[in-house]
């Protein structure tokens, strides 16, 4: 059937093109062998990770089933239903007849954007026996009656894992694209992938992206004109130059997280939200953290706080003679941000931040969901034994992680399209960067998972640092809290419940799209939208039901907000005060790659 449906290519691959496919195989196959010798398996080194967890999850899942099983005999029922209309509808289509589909892929699903998916019979089968299986399963999940919220929360997790695995998309001979593609290529797509396969598996262990050498840091990605002022063994500070004549009065300091590096901010300059900040007038310092390694180990949550928005905050007064700053920083940048404002305004120096922005942060991690699947008791167990050993959370294993929770998008999409189809990803900036990531000292990430994730000691005021109990009632520092309304990580309600924990004046601007995407939002876009609302509710859905929509960007929003009642100075140049320009953005530290 699949020679009717589609036709061989007329320009079929010649000799030299196969010869070539084989040889990186073999090649690939080589490099492979070579890099297991080098990095076998040490028994020595625990998993970051507890491998046990998925079967202790599905057990204790079935256990209750068991005893429980009324949700479990109503799904099958309805799932045999759904098997019956959908062969009887499947049976009318090979007939000549039509059907109406029982099942859709979700909004946003694009593995069965292909038309054959729908147009051809057999695979319109494939791909709906699918989704109701799925969607079946997730039923049996979410009707468990009684089950412990922990124990669904992993079961769930597990579940998405092994359906999005296990989609027809991702296997050659039930994706009709891969069927079509090989027949063109007379079967080199396949060998070709085979070649990548082999490559990716030889140089990282996991899927890899192409196109990485299209960016060059300080070339067309983190290429921001400026220069590191000052710097310690934990970050270095850039002070970006100005393009205007005069400057905002305050400086503006953003603070990123420490999992990925800091230039999210700074993609390619037509998306560049640290470029058009400086655009419009602000003198913009940013904190980029060092690539830490085992001799940072013993570094906790203290330090970080001192040696990085403190001591920027020395800093930048001594390059511009200004005591009052405004800070901002994007998901775990915002809660050290806030952490810093409480050490601050329990030693009395809260004046010295005049306004402060979190972008999809959180205060209050009581509502983690998919997220507290690493938070049980033995995760963190496992985790511990890990960076005890190592002194610091690698990258690779920190980007497996987030890559889990988004499969589909960060996983399974580059296994179709490098494997199956021997395509080259389109060059992507933010996906460059997200493979970028940065190693996490021992101390900090131990305590960050106990006391913040796990404990929630930073909403229910029981953390302490270096001494100081943190106490967020007592910031007044006025704060702006950003989310966005599609955010995997962040949850937008539970950002919005975050912010009424300060003690301040608190304004909520919701953003379209997710956690990255949702940020890099640039005015010339025209893009996503935002929705603002004077009043803080109790609720987020009382502040979204009086809110407004507004189109466009956000970024041109908060910029009036941060200008506003502020005068203007001459622009100052990165080096022209009391700290001297160390070298030129975006540093060195950026540059140290996991």
């Known amino acids: 059937m699949i020679a009717d449906l589609w036709k061989p290519a007329a320009d079929a691959p010649s000799p030299e093109q196969f010869a070539d496919a084989w040889g990186r195989v073999l090649t690939g196959a080589l490099d492979l062998a070579r890099a297991s010798a080098t990095r076998a398996f040490d028994p020595h080194v625990p998993l970051p990770y507890d491998p046990s967890a998925p079967a202790r999850a599905f057990a204790d899942f079935f256990a209750h089933l068991a005893a429980n099983p009324a949700p479990l005999f109503k799904v099958q029922a309805d799932a045999a239903a759904d098997w019956m209309k959908l062969w009887s509808a499947t049976a009318a289509r090979l007939a000549g007849g039509e059907a109406r589909p029982l099942i859709e892929p979700e909004r946003g699903d694009r593995r069965f954007k292909d038309e054959a998916w729908s147009e051809q019979p057999a695979f319109d089968y494939l791909k709906q026996a699918y989704l109701l299986a799925s969607r079946r399963a997730q039923e049996v999940i979410d009707n468990a009656e009684g089950l412990d919220e922990g124990t669904r929360t992993r079961v769930e997790f597990f579940t998405q894992q092994f359906l999005q695995a296990i989609s027809p998309a991702n296997f050659a001979f039930t994706n009709p694209e891969a069927i079509k593609r090989a027949i063109d290529t007379n079967s080199l797509s396949l060998v070709s992938g085979l070649a990548n396969l082999l490559s990716d598996a030889a140089e990282a262990g996991a899927v890899q992206r192409r196109a990485a050498d299209e960016f060059e840091l300080g070339v067309n990605i983190a290429a921001t004109p400026g220069s590191v002022v ?27 997280p420490l999992v990925n590096k800091y230039y999210l901010l700074d993609l390619q300059p037509k998306s560049s939200l640290i470029r058009w900040l400086v655009e419009q007038g602000h003198t913009v310092f940013v904190i980029s953290w060092v690539n830490a390694g085992p001799e940072l180990a013993d570094k906790d949550i203290g330090d ?11 800093a930048i007064e001594q390059a511009t003679g200004e005591r009052q700053v405004d800070m901002f920083g994007f998901c775990m940048g915002g809660t050290l941000i806030a952490i810093a404002l409480a050490w601050l305004a329990a030693k009395g120096q809260g004046d010295r931040v005049a306004s402060t922005t979190t972008i999809g942060t959180l205060f209050d991690f009581s509502r983690l969901g998919q997220w507290a699947t690493f938070s049980e008791p033995e995760q963190l167990r496992a985790m511990e034994r890990h960076l005890l050993h190592k002194g610091f959370m690698a990258a690779q294993d920190l980007q497996a992680l987030f890559s889990a929770v988004r499969a589909n998008d960060l996983i399974w999409s580059s296994v ?3 494997y199956l189809l021997d395509r080259e990803a389109p060059p992507s900036d ?6 970028d990531g940065a190693h996490i000292p021992r101390a900090f990430l ?3 998972a106990k006391d913040i994730l796990n404990g929630n000691k930073l909403a229910k005021g029981g953390l302490v640092v270096d001494g100081v109990k943190i106490d967020l009632g007592r910031v007044k520092t006025p704060l ?5 309304k599609d955010d995997h990580v962040s949850a937008w309600n539970a950002t919005y419940d975050s912010a009424r924990l300060m003690g301040g004046e608190v304004r909520f601007l919701l953003g379209g799209s997710g956690h990255n995407a949702g940020v890099i939002n640039p005015p010339s876009a025209n893009k996503h939208g935002y929705w603002v609302n004077d009043a803080l509710p109790a609720t987020a859905e009382q502040w979204l039901d009086g809110a407004e929509r507004k189109d466009g960007s956000w970024w041109p929003h908060w910029q009036h907000m941060l200008a506003a009642g502020q005068d203007k100075v001459a622009a100052r140049q990165p080096g022209t005060g009391k700290l001297k320009a160390i070298e030129p953005a975006p540093g060195s530290y950026v540059r140290s790659r996991a």
């Open 230 to 256: 000052y710097q310690n063994e934990l970050m270095q500070l850039i002070q970006y130059a100005p393009v205007t004549d005069k400057a905002y009065r305050r400086p503006l300091l953003y603070v990123p």
């Open 416 to 418: 179709v399209n490098h």
């Open 480 to 484: 702006t809290a950003i989310s966005l």
């Open 430 to 435: 933010i996906l460059y960067w997200f493979a």
């Open 446 to 448: 131990l305590s960050w």
């Open 304 to 314: 970080y706080i001192r040696q990085g928005p403190i001591e920027a905050l020395d």
